[in-house]
């Protein structure tokens, strides 16, 4: 267990719909990433949130839409689903702001989507 | 555009044999990190290199980073099959650009066979 809760860990959708993934980051870590893994594109950066801004964006469509909460913990939005949306999505997170220190990232177990 | 390049894609190996994987990168960076993803799992880190020169040993794998020439390898010494999984190799451009964000690339699929 990396310490970083990804939920829930398998979706099955219908294309046009609308899907919510939730992170809690491992206890302390402020920063929270989300990343996408599909056969085609690899592992792409989505979205980063730092203790509850947004810091920096990927290559995330407009149709994607992510937050981090007071809590910590973070939900990325993806409605208006399409095929190629199938895939396994990552949280990470990292203790720290970017730009200082040595942080390392630890990742969660994934979400595997499927929209049908 | 910014490019992290893995070689090879895949290897199979020998088990006891050694081998070398590649990882050249396109944008300054001294952060590199490499990850080791076994089929549906998540991605377990392994090595975090932090400068130039920097080497980091754990078991039989070995990694190094090079800034000058973008170069950073994952050396396998005396292949088991436990090491059979997808290695990536990410660099971290939160110094150089945009902050905090890895760009993989695209994995070593290695397969070690007795």
């Known amino acids: 267990d990396s310490g970083v809760t990804q939920t829930p860990k398998h979706l099955i959708t219908a294309t046009g719909q609308r899907v919510t993934l939730r992170c809690s980051p491992r206890?302390?870590?402020?920063?929270v990433y989300w990343y996408q893994q599909s056969l085609d594109q690899g592992l792409q950066f989505l979205i980063h949130?730092?203790?509850?801004?947004?810091?920096a964006k990927g290559n995330i469509l407009e149709r994607f839409s992510a937050q981090q909460f007071p809590d910590l913990h973070s939900e990325l939005n993806l409605s208006s689903l399409e095929l190629g949306d199938s895939a396994l999505y990552f949280c990470?997170?990292?203790?720290?702001?970017?730009?200082?220190?040595?942080?390392?990232?630890?990742f969660g177990s994934g979400t595997r989507l499927t929209v049908v | 555009e910014l490019k992290v390049e893995q070689n090879p894609l895949f290897l199979s190996m020998q088990e006891g044999k050694n081998y070398t994987i590649y990882c050249n990168y396109s944008t300054t960076s001294d952060r590199l990190y490499w990850y080791r993803q076994d089929p549906g799992k998540s991605l377990e880190s392994l090595f975090v290199?932090?400068?130039?020169?920097a080497v980091k040993q754990e078991g039989r794998l070995m990694a190094s980073l090079d800034t000058k020439a973008r170069l950073s390898t994952l050396h396998i010494t005396a292949a088991v099959h436990d090491l059979s999984a997808t290695y990536f190799c990410?660099?971290?451009?939160?110094?150089?650009?945009?902050?905090?964000?890895?760009?993989f690339g695209k994995g070593t699929k290695l397969s070690v066979k007795p």
């Open positions: 290199l932090l400068s130039n020169g």
């Open positions: 990410a660099v971290d451009i939160r110094y150089g650009g945009s902050q905090g964000n890895l760009i």
């Open positions: 949130y730092y203790n509850g801004e947004e810091r």
């Open positions: 206890s302390g870590d402020l920063s």
């Open positions: 990470a997170s990292s203790e720290g702001d970017p730009g200082f220190g040595n942080y390392g990232y630890t």
